[in-house]
C-alpha cells in the first residue's frame, strides 16, 4: 500500500521534475557568477590562465569529492570520457578567450546556438526552419553595423564554444551513465591535461600569485564544480531536448549578471539578438512532440 501512494501522489511527480529543472537555474548562477569573477583576472593571467585555474583545480577538487577510480570504466564509456573531457577544455578555453573581446551576454547568446543546434538537429519538420531563422537573425544583429561592430575574433571564439557546447552535451549525455559525479571529475581531469600546462606557458609564475589563487579558487567552485556537477545531475533525469529549453536563458542571465557585477551595457539592439537566440532555443523544445528526444 505505501509503495501505490508513492506511485501515484501528484507532489512527488512535480517535486521529481522540478528538481533537475532547479539544478539547471542554480548551475546558471553559479556558472556566470564565476565568469564575471574571472573577467578581473584577465588582465593578470590572460584567458588561458583563467582557463588552467578553472579547470586545474575544478579536477582536484572533484577527484578529491568523488574518487571516480572506485567504479569500473568500460571502453566505450571511456571513449565517451575523452571526447567529453576535451570538449569540456576547448569550451572553457574558446569562452574565456570570447569574453576577454566582447560582453559576457553576447558571447553567451552566441554559444548557447550550440544547444539549439542539438534541439534542432535530430527535427524533420518544415515548422522548425522557423526557430533556424530566429536564431540566425539574432546572430545577424550582431555583425557590424556603422563601426559599431564587436570584434569578430571575439565572436569566432563564441562559436568556437558553441560547438564544444554541443558535443558536450552529446557526450555528457553518454558518460552521465557513470555513477554520482564519476563523468564529471574523470571529465574535468581529461580537459587539465591539455589546459593546464597551456596555461602555464602562457602566464608563467602568475599563476601562483596567492591573490590569483584565491580567486582562481572561487571560480573553479563557482563556474566548474558546482555547475558542472548539478548539469550531470540534470542530464541524468532530463532527455537532451529539455536541456537544450533551459538553458536558453543562459544569455539573459549572463547579461543580467555582466551589468550588475561588471557594469556591462548592451545596446536596444544587442538586447534584441539575445532575445532573438533565446526565442529560437525555446521555441524549438516547446514545439517538440511529447516524448520526442529522451534518451
Same mark, same amino acid.
Given at each position: 500500500?505505501?509503495? /501505490? ?39 593578470? =593571467? ?13 579536477? =582536484?577538487?572533484?577527484? $578529491?569529492?568523488?574518487? @571516480? ?6 571502453? *566505450? ?19 574565456? *578567450? /570570447?569574453?576577454?573581446?566582447? @560582453? ?10 550550440? @544547444? ?74 581529461? $580537459? ?19 591573490g590569483v589563487l584565491l580567486v582562481g579558487l572561487a571560480v573553479a567552485v563557482l563556474s566548474s564544480m558546482a555547475p558542472y556537477s548539478l548539469e550531470m545531475a540534470a542530464l541524468r533525469r532530463l532527455p537532451s531536448h ?22 556591462? *551595457? ?23 512532440? *511529447? ?5
Amino acid at each position: 500500500m505505501a509503495n /501505490a501512494s508513492f506511485q501515484t501522489d501528484p507532489a512527488s511527480k512535480t517535486d521529481s521534475a522540478a528538481l533537475p529543472l532547479l539544478f539547471l537555474l542554480a548551475s546558471l548562477l553559479s556558472q556566470y557568477v564565476g565568469a564575471a569573477s574571472a573577467k578581473s583576472l584577465f588582465p593578470l =593571467v590572460g584567458a588561458e590562465g583563467v582557463t588552467a585555474l578553472r579547470v586545474g583545480i575544478s579536477a =582536484v577538487l572533484l577527484l $578529491a569529492l568523488w574518487r @571516480p577510480w572506485r567504479s569500473r570504466v568500460g571502453g *566505450r564509456d571511456l571513449r565517451n570520457l575523452i571526447v567529453y573531457g576535451a570538449t569540456l577544455g576547448a569550451m572553457n578555453l574558446c569562452i574565456y *578567450r /570570447a569574453m576577454e573581446l566582447i @560582453p559576457i551576454g553576447i558571447a553567451i547568446a552566441i554559444e548557447v546556438t550550440g @544547444p539549439l543546434a542539438v534541439a534542432l538537429l535530430g527535427s524533420r519538420r518544415l515548422r522548425d526552419v522557423l526557430w533556424i531563422v530566429c536564431a540566425a537573425a539574432g546572430l545577424g544583429l550582431l555583425l557590424p553595423v556603422e563601426g559599431a561592430a564587436l570584434d569578430p575574433l571575439g565572436v569566432a571564439y563564441a562559436a568556437a564554444a558553441a560547438l564544444c557546447w554541443a558535443l558536450y552535451i552529446v557526450f555528457g549525455k553518454r558518460a552521465s551513465s557513470l555513477p554520482g559525479g564519476s563523468a564529471v571529475a574523470w571529465g574535468m581531469l581529461v $580537459a587539465a591535461t591539455f589546459t593546464v600546462p597551456l596555461g602555464a606557458a602562457h602566464a608563467g609564475a602568475a599563476l601562483l600569485a596567492p591573490g590569483v589563487l584565491l580567486v582562481g579558487l572561487a571560480v573553479a567552485v563557482l563556474s566548474s564544480m558546482a555547475p558542472y556537477s548539478l548539469e550531470m545531475a540534470a542530464l541524468r533525469r532530463l532527455p537532451s531536448h529539455v536541456f537544450g529549453l533551459a538553458v536558453s536563458a543562459s544569455p539573459a542571465v549572463a547579461s543580467i549578471v555582466g551589468f550588475v557585477l561588471l557594469g556591462e *551595457r548592451l545596446s536596444l539592439l544587442q538586447w534584441a539578438a539575445v532575445a532573438l537566440v533565446m526565442l529560437a532555443s525555446a521555441g524549438s523544445v516547446l514545439a517538440r512532440p *511529447r516524448g520526442a528526444g529522451k534518451a
